[in-house]
């Protein structure tokens, strides 16, 4: 069992240029999230999916930010362009949508724009 | 979903029991207590979780007080890998379907 698939691992980038992350959920997994991990803010849910259609995008901080997901084992998060506070750790996670299925974490993408 | 408090921090010595205290004073009839922990640069990862009785299962023990106000988390014999932190997340679904609101959690300690 692969478990969730982020790539890449780090990125590594300068202001201003546009950065993609990239996930692949867990087979049969029909819900996938987005969450974004710093110091000062700590674990946050960015966008949610599920049946590969958005559900919630509220936490997605303003429209230098979005996310697809064109088909059920690949979901992307673009940032255009993209700025220094943007730097952390983001998390991809997927799970089964039902009430209470735990959720399946990636490892994480560490973004740092200089 | 209601707010959870949890201590900062919290030691514990190895082989020894691990309680994490949650305080959920505001939960609701239908809300249920999730536990998930978060080891040093991997993602969160899911421990147990209950409504109104204690659950246990291969990883932790999950006890609610009997006015569900509060819970405790115990890991029976800790050991170095358990150093983590640990959040307690209080909602109606399991996010299952629903993303999770993460608080500060308690940084749990393992002692040689």
């Known amino acids: 069992d692969a478990g969730v698939i982020q790539s890449p691992r780090h990125e590594v980038t300068e202001m201003g240029q546009e950065v993609t992350l990239r996930c692949k959920p867990i087979s049969g997994h029909n819900s996938l999230f987005w969450y974004r991990q710093t110091m000062m803010r700590g674990l946050e849910l960015l966008i949610y999916f599920n049946n590969n259609v958005p559900i919630d995008d509220s936490g997605m901080p303003e429209d230098r930010f979005s996310a697809k997901m064109p088909n059920a084992s690949f979901s992307t998060l673009k940032i255009q362009p993209s700025e220094p506070r943007d730097s952390a750790v983001y998390f991809c996670?997927?799970?089964?949508?039902?009430?209470?299925?735990?959720?399946?974490f990636g490892p994480g993408t560490r973004l740092t724009v200089l | 979903d209601a707010k959870t408090t949890q201590p900062p921090s919290m030691d514990c010595a190895e082989g020894r029991a691990a309680n994490l205290p949650c305080n959920h004073s505001?939960?609701?009839?239908?809300?249920?207590v999730y536990w998930y922990r978060q080891i040093h640069s991997q993602g969160p990862q899911y421990i147990i979780h209950?409504?109104?009785n204690n659950e246990t299962n291969e990883m932790a023990s999950l006890i609610i007080t009997e006015d569900r106000k509060s819970s405790t988390l115990i890991l029976p014999h800790a050991t170095l890998r358990d150093t983590a932190v640990y959040y307690c997340?209080?909602?109606?679904?399991?996010?299952?379907?629903?993303?999770?609101?993460f608080g500060k959690g308690t940084h749990l300690i393992i002692q040689p």
């Open positions: 997340i209080v909602r109606v679904s399991g996010g299952g379907a629903d993303g999770l609101t």
């Open positions: 996670a997927s799970s089964l949508a039902r009430t209470h299925n735990e959720q399946f």
């Open positions: 209950g409504l109104k």
């Open positions: 505001t939960i609701s009839g239908n809300e249920y």
